[in-house]
């Protein structure tokens, strides 16, 4: 007897499949407009159009679904910046150039603003707060650790205390993000943008972390 092909699914299968990432876009968008504090399920659930009950089918809470958002919307961008590091051929400077260049490009994306919200929430809420220490915080600094080790291991960077340069070299990117969804529609100074502000990031990180010159060798 023939093999017989699975059907294809339905319109209604393909609806239920995408719902918990519906929610969950739905979620992102407001918390960032909201706080997280001021929304609540039911309006999750009407922004993505299901049923006020459904996000408990699929979240614990509302600090389950917070986790959720920031797991499928910030950590894929880490992995993919790991990603990059564990492949790429050329020097470490130009890794960093790069990957400085894809954090703006990644701060143009909508979840761009869960950092704001999540210092904003963290006193009333540090559970939230150690999730997000645990999960996205450390991690960024062990990737930013790895770059600066690389450097080291590759006579590119002088040796310095990396788990320390992970933290000042994370921090100023981590500010930038909130200040361009905080303060930064309300800057004075035209010539304040965050392309000026990156390119000065680079010249003071790579001239503190290059490897002095090697003596040339008397004739």
């Known amino acids: 007897m023939p093999h017989e092909s699975p059907p294809p699914p339905t319109r209604r299968t393909r609806r239920k499949e995408a719902r918990p990432a519906e929610m969950i876009d739905a979620a992102r968008d407001l918390f960032i407009e909201r706080g997280f504090a001021a929304t609540k399920l039911e309006d999750v ?8 009950g459904l ?15 920031v797991r499928e919307s910030v950590l894929p961008n880490i992995r993919l910046g790991e990603e990059l590091l564990d492949s790429f051929p050329g020097t470490t400077e130009e ?15 909508p979840s761009a603003g ?10 009333n809420f540090p559970d939230i707060a150690r999730f997000y220490m645990e999960e996205v915080v450390m991690r960024g600094r062990r990737f930013f650790a790895r770059i600066i080790q690389r450097g080291i291991d590759r006579g590119e960077f002088r040796p310095v205390d990396v ?26 100074d035209p010539a304040a943008t965050a392309e000026g502000f990156l390119d000065a990031y680079l010249d003071l990180v790579l001239h503190g972390l290059r490897a002095a010159p090697k003596d040339t060798p008397d004739v």
């Not at 996000?55 to 958002?69: D, I, M, Q, S, W």
């Not at 890794?95 to 994306?109: P, T, Y």
């Not at 788990?163 to 070299?169: D, E, F, G, K, N």
Request: no cysteine.
């Open 114 to 123: 869960l950092p704001k919200l999540v210092v904003a929430e963290a006193t």
């Open 163 to 188: 788990m320390q340069m992970a933290r000042v070299m994370a921090a100023p990117l981590s500010m930038l993000t909130i200040w361009t969804h905080s303060l930064a529609p309300h800057e004075l």
């Open 55 to 69: 996000p408990y089918v699929y979240f614990e809470n509302k600090a389950g679904l917070f986790k959720a958002v």
């Open 95 to 109: 890794l960093l150039r790069l990957i400085v260049n894809r954090f703006w490009q990644m701060n143009r994306e």
């Open 45 to 52: 659930a009407r922004r993505a159009g299901v049923s006020v």
